[in-house]
């Protein structure tokens, strides 16, 4: 049984590391910055990066001599997509307790008020 490319997207940013990976890589960055900014051994940041480029969430680019890793923007929308859906039930839903909450305070009965006796009168 295969698996969708969808869901090796959804695989591959599941690992947490390589969630901070594709953060780094949103603004262009180069090879070395992985490693450098989380502190990953090299091996584990290859390692990481060749999953990312095997979902197609990362191509690597040849300039000069450098290699720089760059972010495929269009494969995560897959995944935002997906998150926007859940966004838009759960903000209906929320919308729709705040409603009957609010309806529930205007129709709430109020407390009988009991009128103060007046002095000087029985």
Known sequence: MSR???ADVYNAL????QRQIVELLAPRAARGKPVVVLNLPRPAAAKHLYAL?????VVVIQ???RRVDQLQA?????????GRFFEELWNDRLHRIKERAEHRA???????????PRKGKP
């Not at 599941?14 to 590391?17: F, P």
């Not at 205007?106 to 103060?116: E, G, H, Y």
């Open 106 to 116: 205007r129709t709430r009965q109020q407390p009988p008020i009991i009128p103060k």
């Open 74 to 82: 269009e494969r995560p929308k897959t995944v935002h997509d997906w």
């Open 14 to 17: 599941a690992e947490s590391r």
């Open 53 to 57: 480029c095997t979902v197609g969430l």
């Open 4 to 6: 969708s490319p969808t």
């Open 63 to 65: 300039q000069g001599r």
